[in-house]
């Protein structure tokens, strides 16, 4: 029969198709001459032995071996002995192509599908990509960022510490835990850490407690983002508060232009929604909306002193009575005033400005990851090929120098694969 198999040491004898498979039945040669291990003397043919294997699919089918092989019997030890054979993988019924075949492709497609094609079960397929990610674990390693953000991300059923690299744009690490017990002992080990300028970061007391610890060159500074958050929740709160009262004194028409007020910047809306409703009605809700933008305008300041100064005149601007939430943000920025400040320090604006990107990202991973480990969805993430090859390949030495995942490359990744 033609060789269809093309594996050393089977002859293809018969195929038949069994539920939803092709079987191929083979036998082994048994030429091979074996002497017993032990008592070094020739062993003796004993019967044969049949073993399934699965192997790459054929035809869009899932294929198994069918392999006979003879066994020979040591006369004085009894010991039984089979040929081996090269191309099965040693710790699976598989043939090592087989096992390549998913390894290169359980990243990039569904564990399930895999799964499906080959014929091999969802935890065989699971199996392999554990192996794999042990691998990439001990031979992928990427640059450490001179510049990193660190984020706090809910990620595959928990909170993860996602690490960034901001100058270059790509991820560099995601970590199971955003605690100290996990940070610790990661950021001790990380190697090139004195070589830290700059770490952005969120009002996060853990990250900041490692920070002075292992980042001896660098300086901190929150992440804008997570600053200016605050003043849109103080105002979302205001808005709250009010829209109780309103509901059936006021017309619609008051509660739509609140909404259109504090979704949109100014420079959105029309001169009507801005002006008109709102502040004839509720002026206290007015005010809030311009606290929330002058705190935002404070970022636009040119440097560290006009920053402080626009803060200062902004605190003295709130009320003596109420906008409790605004007062909140106060004691916020006060109790991390140098590292808030410290957007000024920077030779460029330090912002995690992918972190749009990053949440957008996230939210995709959750979706197609669902019922995926943190392991995993790590793995396709960190590991991607293709958004490692953007931005890499500059050669140190012997070595490839690589800064990890682009992020926009694997959001463009993420978002077709949720189309599909
Ligand atoms: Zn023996």
């Known amino acids: 029969m033609f060789d269809l198999l093309n594996l050393p040491g089977i002859k293809l004898v018969d195929m038949y198709k069994e539920s939803g498979a092709l079987i191929f039945v083979a036998v082994a040669g048994n030429s091979e001459k074996f002497i017993c291990p032990n008592c070094k003397i020739p062993m003796h043919r004993h019967g044969t032995r049949k073993n399934k294997f699965s192997d790459i699919p054929l035809y869009i089918e899932p294929v198994r071996l069918e392999v006979q092989r003879p066994r020979f019997r040591c006369e004085i030890c009894k010991k039984i002995t089979i040929p081996e054979l090269s191309f099965l993988d040693h710790k699976r019924r598989a043939t090592k192509r087989l096992v390549d075949v998913i390894r290169q492709k359980c990243l990039t497609t569904t564990l399930r599908s895999l799964a499906d094609q080959t014929g091999v079960s969802v935890n065989t397929v699971k199996n392999i990509t554990h192996d794999l990610i042990q691998d990439l674990k001990q031979t992928v390693r990427y640059e450490t960022p001179i510049i990193m953000g660190i984020d706090e991300v809910s990620l595959a059923g928990g909170y993860r510490c996602v690490i960034t690299n901001l100058a270059t744009n790509n991820l560099f690490e995601v970590l199971e835990e955003c605690t100290q017990n996990h940070l610790k002992p990661y950021f001790k080990e990380l190697p090139d850490r004195e070589k830290v300028e700059w770490v952005c ?220």
Not at 221 to 242: N, T
Not at 395 to 413: A, C, D, F, M, W
Request: glycine letters at 4%; charged letters at 25%; hydrophobic letters at 35%.
């Open 201 to 420: 970061t969120g009002i996060s007391p853990p990250i900041k407690r490692c920070f002075a610890e292992f980042f001896p060159n660098a300086k901190m500074v929150i992440d804008k983002f997570h600053v200016v958050k605050i003043a849109s929740e103080a105002l979302k709160e205001e808005q709250m508060k009010y829209q109780v009262q309103l509901s059936k004194d006021y017309q619609i028409n008051v509660k739509k232009s609140i909404r259109w007020m504090t979704l949109k910047r100014p420079e959105n809306l029309t001169p009507a929604e801005h002006k008109a409703i709102v502040r004839q009605q509720i002026p206290e809700l007015a005010f809030a909306y311009e606290c929330k933008e002058s705190f935002f305008a404070i970022y636009n300041e040119p440097d560290k002193q006009h920053a402080q100064i626009a803060f200062e005149a902004w605190k003295k601007s709130l009320p003596d009575e109420g906008m409790e939430p605004f007062k909140r943000l106060v004691k916020t920025v006060n109790n991390h005033y140098d590292d808030i400040f410290a957007y000024w320090d920077a030779p460029f604006p330090i912002t995690n400005t992918q972190t749009e990107g990053l949440n957008v990202l996230i939210k995709i991973l959750n979706r197609l990851g669902r019922g995926y480990s943190y392991e995993i969805v790590r793995a396709k993430t960190l590991y991607s090929a293709e958004a490692r090859k953007v931005g890499s390949g500059i050669r140190s030495g012997n070595r490839k120098v690589e800064y990890g995942p682009h992020i926009p490359t694997l959001l463009k990744q993420a978002e077709i694969r949720n189309l599909n």
